[in-house]
Antibody, heavy 118, light 109 residues
Framework: QVQLVESGGGVVQPGGSLTLSCAAS????????MHWVRQAPGKGLEWVAV????????YYADSVKGRFTISRDNSKNTLSLQMTSLRGDDTAMYYC???????????WGQGTLVSVSS | QTVVTQEPSLTVSPGGTVTLTCASN?????????PNWFQQKPGQAPTALIY???SKHSWTPARFSGSLLGGKAALTLSGVQPEDEAEYYC?????????FGGGTKLTVL
């Protein structure tokens, strides 16, 4: 069965950095695009970034462009999100999700919580 | 700035029918935006319901359906069940960039 497990969340000071990971299993990871989506406490979903199956195309929301980097290691079935220059409004639950080339979103992980606070 | 708008809240009676909509400030929503719909219950990750405007996942209950309605993407629930009380989000794509709507809180009362 498809499983996505996020990790790497925690408390970080403003201006700091953190790298999130998403371990994928139960499917051919290298055949699918992957998203990161976040949700601030009590707020709605916010699309963050996408990386296509081969890692050659990456797209970011304006709110994170230049600060966040999405990447993948298809040999290790792992998706990553490197976050730098973190701000208070980056505080959120971060989810990874699978997406196909026709923009079908299907499976989501359970999320990892990032808190940016001094 | 691209903005996707949903009704903030709706109320429906058990067994009733309700339609949630998803509008774009750039104009009419078409299938080229690949509308997706998600359900989220408190404390849980979102669950995918609909993709490519009308297509259902294998786990999507038959009472959920997607469509285009009056220039918007729409999610219709027919024969609403108490367990359908949740937050619902649409997601539209603009040249590879995704934008979520603000969500609709559906109350079954």
């Amino acid at each position: 069965q498809v499983q996505l497990v996020e990790s790497g969340g925690g408390v970080v000071q403003p201006g700091g950095s953190l790298t999130l990971s998403c371990a994928a299993s139960g499917f051919t990871f290298s055949s699918y695009g992957m998203h990161w989506v976040r949700q601030a406490p009590g707020k709605g979903l916010e699309w963050v970034a996408v990386i296509w199956y081969d890692g050659n195309r990456k797209y970011y929301a304006d709110s994170v462009k230049g600060r966040f980097t999405i990447s993948r290691d298809n040999s290790k079935n792992t998706l990553s999100l490197q976050m730098t220059s973190l701000r208070g409004d980056d505080t959120a639950m971060y989810y990874c999700a699978r997406v196909t080339g026709s923009y079908m979103n299907d499976y989501w992980g359970q999320g990892t919580l990032v808190s940016v606070s001094s | 700035q691209t903005v996707v708008t949903q009704e903030p809240s709706l109320t429906v009676s058990p067994g009733g029918t309700v339609t949630l909509t998803c509008a774009s400030n750039t104009g009419a929503v078409t299938s080229a935006y690949y509308p997706n719909w998600f359900q989220q219950k408190p404390g849980q990750a979102p669950t995918a319901l609909i993709y490519s405007t009308t297509s259902k996942h294998s786990w999507t209950p038959a009472r959920f359906s997607g469509s285009l309605l009056g220039g918007k993407a729409a999610l219709t629930l027919s024969g609403v069940q108490p367990e359908d009380e949740a937050e619902y989000y649409c997601l539209l794509y603009y040249d590879n960039l995704g934008v979520f709507g603000g969500g609709t809180k559906l109350t079954v009362l």
